[in-house]
């Protein structure tokens, strides 16, 4: 790994990408904060990301500051920062929107929008939401037994607040639910199936409740994107239509027909098309108007989740995009149910959704720092052909003497033509030097020669009016790579499982040109720990733009839009933890404060998840040191020192602690 040296740092140059400067900030935004940052985010004028948790300049909180606020509390990077008002904005973005679709579409239906907890489940998250929700009418939905017994917990008292039960429900899930009813909880089982409708009515009537029960219809249409599977002719939920007519028969025969009180589906998350989303809708609207006409008396009408995050800002139809706003979604759902259901001549229920990462992906920031890097630099190469004999005086052999010819010939005219030989030299001495016919020396002043050759060959393509494809490719050959102070499987687990692009940019220097190409390697001893993958308007981009490495200073990146399903589904690749989680608030006055720190996972705290008990692993240790000083292998004071060293790798952060 080598530290870029100091007298190749980046030129400053072009004008600072500042939101004071809107004009420098769209002729040159490399990072396109403008489009995916969706206001929260701004590069403030002092080149540093600024959060903008109600999208004015009059509030802002300098990331930067954040960061060594927590160093100077002894919490280095990597950070998760979570903002509560970012959170709060949007729930209140997500309830205007339906509101106002309400209100332009003359729709006589309610709104409730309800948390999926899985979507993240931290305790302070699922707190957040609550508490903001409660204000806007959100309830929330559990997928299992153990999120129902802490959303339970987190709204006791609460009898009002809407507590949706997805996901396959055994016996005991099923009693917990009817118990909650009996408590006065407004709480609906959705049933995935035939099964679960009759232990829903068995312990309804053992209890002596009469829940309001919700049943989950497999659409015939099928979600978009990475998650399409979770509707559709082959989706492993819900109920197909027989089985629909079927639950109401059982429903009619166990007098419970009135008790139907949802009807629900789930299209799959981050729908990116509008298109797909509105008619699954309308087909759950047709399937609800047909259900009213035979007498059910649905109420709640949920759509599921899906409102997707625009992650490259392009608003397009890519997977990691959307091609809608937040407004037309909420219009095209009003609109084509309260249609459907004025054509059946039926009531407008009162519509449900579960949007889960929409509500809280924006709140939190993912900060690490670049611990190195190792980068392509051009190499001083010998004048002549003489110059390739190798110190003991041998002929430089003919693979060597080949590539050497390609440098030499090196000019715009003839690039791809010297490529190609390049390319083939360096192919023959790579067989050259594994017969033995080429030696050591020789074999390091090809890849010399070689990557010299590349970085030359890709400067003068960009200067070419239409650059060769072939050549198009070195831009990734030749990217550097940037040592991270975290892990992709921790933090960032959909970039390595399912390709998933977030925005990811410095924090500061943003008023430098940034004049690197990389790609992020992480902890990992693992060749998937990295990103390779970065947001582009137009497509994907195989590397980010980054600056120059300076001895000694701190470079900081974050990861944005990362609140959403990163958080539980990280896991401990090489036993590396979860990261430090700070909350930060802002005050009306616009000082902000770190409001709670949750410290991340100690080398003992997961030493524990494997089951190494710290003590015993101290203890042998300590016998081993006075073997040790028994035989004179080590005085009694290395023994301390080392037992000190152990101790305090015990206690000590996973990451990399670099003071
Ligand atoms: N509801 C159900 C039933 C789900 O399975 C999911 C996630 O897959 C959601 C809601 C949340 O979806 P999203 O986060 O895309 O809004």
Redo the contacts with the bound molecule.
């Keep these: 790994m080598t530290q870029v040296p100091e007298k190749s740092m980046a030129e400053r140059g072009g004008e600072p990408l500042t939101s004071e400067n809107p004009r420098a900030a769209s002729s040159w935004d490399p990072y396109a904060v403008e489009a995916w940052g969706d206001g929260f985010f701004v590069v403030g004028p002092r080149g540093t990301v600024m959060v903008r948790p109600d999208r004015k300049p009059s509030r802002e909180i300098d990331l930067l500051a954040v960061v060594s606020e927590l160093k100077g509390r002894g919490y280095a990077t990597p950070v998760l920062l979570h903002f509560r008002d970012v959170l709060e904005t949007t729930l209140r973005d997500i309830r205007g929107a339906f509101d106002r679709a309400i209100s332009d579409h003359g729709y006589q239906g309610g709104y409730a929008g309800v948390y999926?907890i899985?979507?993240n489940q931290q305790r302070t998250v699922v707190e957040d939401v609550s508490r903001i929700g409660a204000d806007l009418g959100f309830g929330l939905?559990v997928?299992s037994k153990p999120e129902l017994l802490a959303v339970l917990a987190i709204t006791a008292d609460q009898p009002d607040r809407l507590i949706v039960c997805?996901?396959f429900k055994e016996d005991r899930y099923v009693e917990f639910a009817m118990l909650a009813a009996k408590l006065g909880r407004t709480i609906i089982p959705v049933v995935e199936n035939l099964e679960e409708l009759g232990l829903v009515l068995d312990h309804a009537e053992r209890i002596g409740v009469r829940p309001a029960i919700g049943i989950?219809v497999n659409l015939d249409t099928q979600g978009v994107g990475r998650?399409a599977g979770?509707s559709g002719m082959r989706a492993k939920?819900g109920l197909t239509f027989s089985e629909t007519l079927r639950a109401v028969e059982m429903l009619g025969e166990r007098g419970a027909l009135d008790r139907l009180h949802m009807l629900?589906c789930?299209m799959?998350?981050?729908?990116h098309d509008i298109r797909q989303l509105t008619r699954g809708v309308g087909e759950l609207a047709r399937i609800y108007s047909e259900l009213v006409h035979l007498g059910v008396g649905i109420t709640y009408l949920d759509v599921?989740?899906?409102?997707?995050i625009d992650y490259d800002g392009s608003q397009t139809n890519f997977p990691f995009s959307r091609n809608y706003s937040l407004e037309e979604y909420a219009g095209s759902i009003v609109h084509r149910i309260g249609s459907i259901c004025d054509e059946a001549g039926v009531r407008h229920p009162t519509i449900v959704?579960?949007?889960?990462?929409?509500?809280v992906a924006q709140q939190s920031v993912l900060v690490f720092d670049v611990m190195g890097a190792n980068s392509f630099e051009p190499h001083v190469l010998p004048a002549s052909t003489e110059d390739l004999a190798g110190p003991e005086g041998a002929e430089p052999p003919r693979p060597l003497v080949d590539l050497f010819d390609a440098w030499t010939r090196l000019e715009p005219e003839t690039l791809l033509e010297c490529w190609h030989d390049a390319e083939n030299a360096r192919s023959e001495a790579v067989d050259t030097f594994s017969l033995g016919y080429m030696s050591l020396h020789h074999r390091a002043e090809v890849e010399r020669i070689f990557w010299t050759l590349a970085l030359k060959t890709r400067e003068l393509a960009s200067g070419l009016e239409q650059i060769p494809e072939e050549l198009e490719a070195l831009d990734e050959l030749l990217t550097d790579i940037y040592f991270c102070n975290l892990s992709v499987f921790q933090s960032l687990p959909d970039c390595w499982a399912i390709d998933q692009v977030f925005p990811i940019m410095p924090i500061h220097r943003l008023d430098e040109r940034p004049t690197r190409r990389a790609t992020l390697a992480d902890l990992t001893c693992d060749s998937d720990g990295k990103v390779d993958r970065f947001i582009d308007r137009e497509d994907v981009r195989a590397w980010l733009p980054l600056h120059e490495l300076r001895e000694g200073e701190p470079y900081l990146l974050a990861a944005f839009l990362v609140g959403?399903?990163q958080e539980t589904l990280g896991d401990l690749h090489n036993l590396f933890g979860d990261t430090h989680v700070a909350h930060i608030r802002i005050g009306e006055d616009g000082r902000w404060w770190i409001e709670e720190i949750v410290a991340g996972d100690s080398v003992s705290d997961v030493l524990g998840y494997m089951q190494y008990e710290p003590a015993t692993l101290s203890r042998s240790l300590r016998s081993e040191c006075e073997a040790s000083v028994r035989e004179g292998l080590m005085t009694a004071d290395e023994s301390r020192d080392l037992l000190a060293a152990y101790e305090s790798g015990l206690s000590g952060y996973t990451y990399l602690e670099r003071d």
């Design positions: 999926p899985k979507v939905e997928g997805n996901g989950r998650w979770s939920f629900h789930h799959g998350s981050q729908m599921g989740g899906g409102l997707g959704t579960e949007s889960g990462r929409a509500m959403a399903y």
